[in-house]
């Protein structure tokens, strides 16, 4: 690999910029903090753009590849590289980073540069956990993400802030216990490597591999989340500042779901294939369950939060599948939703910075003063119905299409979503947007700003245009997801 | 490219920059120039569509890609067009009632301060709808599907602030999803057993699909995959019992009743029936569902007709009728029969509800036919254009209606599929009734004595939400002493424009359409499936098969049905208030409609919502939360206070504590050694 280091450079300028950022110290430098964060934020941005404009899509092989040393007693190394399935969510992660600077600009008037140094920091974490090949640095940079994003909900959130911080940081870090022995198990069997890529060539009994795969499945079912183990999050979503949900949506269930594909498939394929029923089940209890749930809820981000849950349900069953068309949907699901949820947290942010109120109760008629919002609000909620035309159709048709070929009972199951997906949202933006005007406080909001308008516009374009042409998306996945599944199919017994 | 290519991308795109234009900059280029860029983007379209019919008529016909959506495993997603005979047809009634529809918005919404919005909204829908129809594959007919579906909802609730409008688009949202359902588990079907979602390589294994049986379930591969995408079908164009959002969608503008829920968008799954032609002509078991479900809709459908006041709500009910009609032809495998009555069909029906539409702008926005009467005095074109467009829809001979009705009946006749008897009985009684509402209708409007100006603010909708408050701008009525008046030109012009092809198109495309090459190679008709075949045989030019038309039982049962509504709401208009009372049961059936409406509210929409209600509470809150999660943490919290017992801090107790572990440990020590 020559020319520059451009996954390094994700990682660490986002991270030594954060901490630059923090040195602006005090409040009273929070325009600087702002501005510097925005640069830094974009610079984070640009630099991963090589990885995509310069990725060879015909190979399944890791790419911009780095590797030095780090704790060679242990034969630990700052092992970096991405394929066609990681490759998407550094960008995503990057670009995601933008939207939420932008978002918290005038909104967060407190503790400005910790705040944002908090979210900088947080991407490059997360840049390393898409990118580490080793284990180790995987485990590092999965932890290490864990405490800005505690931060941010226990310092910035909400009323029950310390409650929902606390029990997001338990569900979370109790799951990745048992993945640390894991990963200490196969170190041993490894004879004494840590390195990703040979585990997945590590012959294991099925009896290892069940332990193995169910130490991974705690770990990374918490962060999806999935049923059962998913109530965390509508807490975590209600109670963290705006930028913290979009964080937390957009990329840090990625995380855990990213796990299974790089971790849970390929290193005990024949578990995986053992266990894919239960994760079926489990994928249509989140899609199904939780979309009734979604249908009742009073408060917008719990509404979204659920329905996130039930959005990644369709990412763990395109997974589990083991077709290409479900897994590439998955994937795509994933990205899709990243800019989808991204949007409604957003949209719902800028109803919250007038109101102050999450109630769908204390809303109502909010399109006849907020047109250019409703608009957008509109094309986001159509989005995340899986409207065709919105990225949000593309991963859904594609693991409804990939449920077919696999059994038509669990197409059956997966499908219901289009009914429920739109039941919930839609009817959540009549209250909301439609009708006669609430109240006083609705009579007399505002349109959405500049500002406002500038972040919803990005992401509109995003939505539309991954709907209207996901080709690029998918592209870069195909080597590297059939790479996968030819592996998956091998049995290591 | 070649410049037809060009042509035809030219179709959808210039409604679609009409519809950018119009939405994105409304208050730059105004009301005037909203309403110039999206009437030029649809003339465009109408144009380019007239230039391509000619040339499919010389025998061009196209089936390529325009771009590539995605790829994926051994899939090959595409967007691309397919002209043929069927399609093009298709683009000229689209775009020709779209634009009469334009033209009439200038004067319906004139003193509607979401002009813009609505002019973007109706291009976009044109552009979605030539989308859907010039399709060469399921994705994108899925597409299209899905965004007349968006228009449709955004336009149904239009006047957002009136709680039956947004009532009325989300129910129509909801239950175009189940059908929604259903038609992209067949599209899954069709990509999971044919290896493709084009057109052309799914028909040509029909033959190979035919002969499987699917996995897991085992059910006959076409015949699931012909009624999911029937089911699709009933969703769209609204067939029992998913019908019932297409009434309350008449809470929309006129225009967009006319446009979208009489002549086109409802109409979509009638086109992709007959589309899919060559796999339904597979499945004779699907055939008959269709068939059953068609003729049910168009029968007892029209009984509803029968007791509405609303004005739009009658013409509503004719269209479930009508649509009726056209799945029952699709059932008979008579496709290019339920094709023909499609585009008849556009025709008046887009007359009728314009017209409708027309009176409503005279009323004063008052749509209960109680209160008119009279009317034909008053307002001359849109009376006699109503005329036109009623004997039209009850298929009095040499109208359009006629041909493709009287098609649609003797096809039925010559069926022998299973159901065959009951949709005669139910298309040939639906004759007469379809009569009956629609001159009931007539005369209750246009004739008889005037009633307008006395009963000031009396509205009654008929919905199931008496609650509603009339809203400043809507619902006023005539007040006392004041006359209807005749609408202006641009709301007149397009009902004449429209008439025309309501009276004379039957006549001059029934015999390519039905009887000549018009529909070869693109409708097919398995040997076994004759009805129309036999018919062509006894086609004798259309004037010979109106004046034949005079003498068979539909023509009669028509005009019973005009005469018995011109004796009881001419004549004798105690009658009908006596039948009323006498069989008050059944009235109350008719105005319940069946009771769907409650059904659906109590089980599905009520149950969700207990349904998850009970998962939350329950579920969330209750197990997983209650006693798993905080429950860990109350059993930490509980071990924690007893072993802070221990931690005393007396020495004494330690040592204790220590010489008694000493002693059990070198107890289970000796023991074991």
Redesign the interface.
């Known amino acids: 690999m020559t020319g520059l280091p451009f996954l390094s450079l994700a990682i660490w300028v986002p991270i030594l910029g954060g901490l630059l950022v923090l040195a602006t110290g005090s409040d009273r430098n929070a325009p600087l903090a702002r501005f510097l964060a925005m640069l830094v934020a974009i610079a984070g941005f640009l630099v991963t753009l090589p990885l995509y404009s310069q990725f060879d899509a015909s190979t399944s092989a890791m790419q911009f590849v780095e590797i030095l040393p780090w704790i060679p007693r242990f034969n630990i190394n700052y092992h970096l590289g991405v394929d066609g399935i990681s490759v998407l969510f550094i960008l995503l992660n990057a670009f995601i980073t933008i939207m939420v600077v932008i978002a918290g600009w005038q909104v967060i008037r407190e503790k400005v540069a910790q705040y944002m140094a908090a979210f900088l920091i947080m991407s490059g974490l997360m840049n390393g956990i898409f990118s580490a090949l080793d284990a180790v640095l995987f485990y590092t940079f999965f932890e290490a993400s864990l405490i800005p994003l505690y931060l941010v909900i226990g310092i910035w959130g909400g009323a029950n802030r310390v409650y929902a911080a606390i029990?997001f940081f338990l569900?979370t870090l109790l799951g990745s216990l048992l993945m640390l022995i894991a990963l200490l198990y196969l170190f041993m069997e490894a004879g004494g490597s840590f390195n990703i890529l040979d585990w997945h060539q590590l012959p294991l009994g099925m009896g290892p591999q069940t332990l193995i795969f169910w130490a991974f499945l705690i770990a990374f079912a918490v962060k999806v989340p999935m049923w059962?183990v998913h109530?965390?999050l509508p807490d975590a979503h209600v109670e963290a500042p705006t930028g913290g949900s979009v964080v937390l949506a957009a990329i840090a269930l990625k995380l855990g779901a990213y796990g299974f594909l790089r971790f849970s498939l390929p290193i005990v394929p024949d578990a995986a294939q053992a266990m894919a029923p239960m994760m079926i089940a489990l994928s249509l209890i989140a899609v199904i369950?939780i979309g009734?749930?979604?249908?009742?809820?009073t408060d917008m981000k719990k509404l979204v939060a659920y329905s996130s849950i039930s959005h990644m349900g369709f990412v763990t069953l395109g997974f589990f599948m083991f077709?290409?068309?479900g897994l590439?949907?998955a994937l795509v699901q994933m990205i899709s939703h990243g800019f989808v949820s991204g949007a409604m947290f957003l949209c719902i942010g800028v109803l919250y910075d007038r109101m102050h109120s999450r109630n769908i109760a204390d809303y109502g008629?909010v399109?006849?003063v907020m047109p250019k919002f409703a608009a957008f609000f509109?094309l986001f909620a159509?989005a995340n119905a899986g409207?065709?035309?919105t990225s949000g159709?593309?991963g859904e048709?594609?693991v409804?299409?990939g449920?077919?070929?696999f059994?038509?009972?669990v197409?059956?199951g997966a499908?219901?979503t289009?009914?429920l997906g739109?039941?919930y949202t839609?009817?959540m933006y009549?209250r909301v947007?439609?009708?006669?005007i609430g109240n006083n406080h609705v009579a007399q909001l505002n349109d959405i700003d500049g500002r406002e308008f500038a972040f919803l516009g990005v992401l509109a374009l995003c939505v539309l245009a991954m709907g209207?042409?996901?080709?690029p998306?998918?592209?870069v996945m195909?080597a590297s997801v059939n790479e996968l599944l030819r592996h998956v199919a091998v049995s290591k017994l | 490219m070649t410049d037809m290519q060009k042509l035809y991308l030219l179709v959808p795109l210039a409604p679609l920059a009409g519809a950018l234009l119009a939405g994105l900059f409304g208050k730059l280029i105004g009301r005037a120039g909203a309403h110039i860029v999206t009437i030029l983007g649809v003339a465009v379209a109408l144009a380019a569509s007239v230039v391509i019919y000619q040339d499919v008529q010389t025998g061009n016909t196209f089936n390529g890609t325009v771009y590539t959506w995605m790829t994926t495993g051994n899939l090959t997603l595409e967007v691309g067009f397919l002209i043929d005979s069927l399609t093009v047809m298709m683009m000229l009634v689209v775009s020709f009632v779209s634009l009469m529809v334009h033209i009439y918005t200038i004067g319906y919404m004139h003193d509607d301060p979401g002009y813009q919005r609505f002019f973007s909204y109706i291009s976009l829908f044109t552009f979605s709808m030539l989308m859907l129809v010039m399709s060469n594959n399921f994705l994108q007919l899925f597409f299209g599907w899905e965004a007349v579906g968006l228009v449709s909802y955004l336009l149904i609730g239009f006047w957002y602030e009136r709680p039956t409008a947004i009532y009325a688009n989300l129910k129509a949202f909801l239950v175009n999803r189940v059908g929604d359902f259903g038609f992209l588990l067949g599209i899954g079907l069709i990509a999971a057993y044919a290896g493709s979602l084009d057109y052309a390589e799914v028909f040509a294994k029909a033959g190979e699909l035919a002969a499987q049986d699917m996995a897991v379930t085992g059910w006959p591969l076409i015949t699931a995959i012909c009624i999911c995408l029937f089911i699709g079908a009933m969703g769209k164009s609204a067939q029992v019992p998913l019908h019932v959002w297409l009434p309350d969608s008449m809470e929309g503008p006129t225009p967009i009743s006319a446009l979208i829920h009489a002549a086109t968008m409802v109409t979509a799954g009638i086109f992709m029936v007959a589309r899919m032609s060559p796999l339904f002509e597979l499945s004779d078991v699907a055939l008959s569902f269709v068939l059953v479900i068609g003729a049910t809709t168009a029968l007892f459908m029209g009984f509803l007709g029968i007791v509405q006041n609303d004005i739009k709500r009658v013409v509503a009910y004719s269209t479930l009728s009508q649509l009726g009609y056209m799945t029952v032809a699709l059932g008979v495998s008579a496709y290019s029969a339920a094709v023909f009555h499609l585009m008849t069909h556009a025709f008046f029906k887009a007359l009728l509800f314009l017209g409708a539409g027309s009176v409503i702008i005279g009323m004063h926005h008052d749509q209960d036919m109680r209160n008119m009467g009279g009317l034909w005095k008053y307002m001359p074109v849109t009376w006699f254009t109503s005329l036109l467009g009623s004997l039209a829809l009850i298929g009095f001979p040499f109208f359009a209606g006629f041909y493709s009705k009287d098609s649609i009946i003797e096809a039925v006749h010559a069926s022998t599929i299973p159901g065959a008897g009951y949709a005669l009985f139910c298309v040939l009684f639906g004759v007469f009734i379809t009569a009956f509402y629609s001159f009931r209708m007539y005369f209750l409007v246009f004739h008889g004595k005037e009633r307008f100006g006395a009963n000031h603010g009396h509205h009654d909708h008929h919905g199931d939400h008496e609650d509603e408050e009339p809203s400043a701008d809507h619902h006023h009525g005539l007040a006392p002493g004041q006359k209807p008046h005749e609408s202006p030109w641009v709301v007149t012009l397009p009902l004449v424009l429209l008439a025309i092809p309501s009276v004379v198109i039957g006549f001059f495309t029934i015999e390519p359409m039905l009887f000549g090459e018009w529909f070869k190679g693109v409708i097919h008709v398995g040997a076994n499936h004759v009805g129309l075949s036999e018919m062509a045989e006894n086609f004798h030019g259309p004037v010979a098969m109106a004046i034949h038309g005079l003498q068979t039982a539909p023509f009669w049962l028509a005009m019973g049905g005009v005469g018995l509504a011109w004796f009881f709401y001419m004549v004798r208009p105690d009658i009908p208030a006596a039948i009323q009372r006498t069989f008050r049961p059944l009235h109350a059936l008719l105005e319940n409609k069946y009771f769907f409406d409650r059904f659906n509210e109590i089980v599905f929409a009520g149950g969700s919502r207990q349904l998850g209600k009970g998962l939350w509470k329950g579920g969330d809150q209750g197990l997983i939360d209650g006693i798993a999660v905080n429950g860990t943490a109350r059993l930490v919290g509980w071990v924690a206070q007893i072993s802070r017992l221990f931690q005393t801090g007396h020495l004494y107790q330690y040592a204790f504590a220590m010489i008694i572990g000493v002693f059990i440990l070198l107890t289970f020590w000796f023991n074991l050694g």
């Open positions: 029990k569900y059962p109530t965390w369950y009734f749930v979604a249908l009742v809820q077709n290409t068309i590439e949907g008629g399109v006849k509109m159509m409207l065709p035309g159709f593309v048709f594609m409804v299409l449920a077919v070929q059994n038509f009972w197409a059956f499908a219901i289009l009914i739109a039941a839609l009817w009549k947007m439609f009708g006669v209207l042409y996901p080709y998306f998918t592209e195909h």
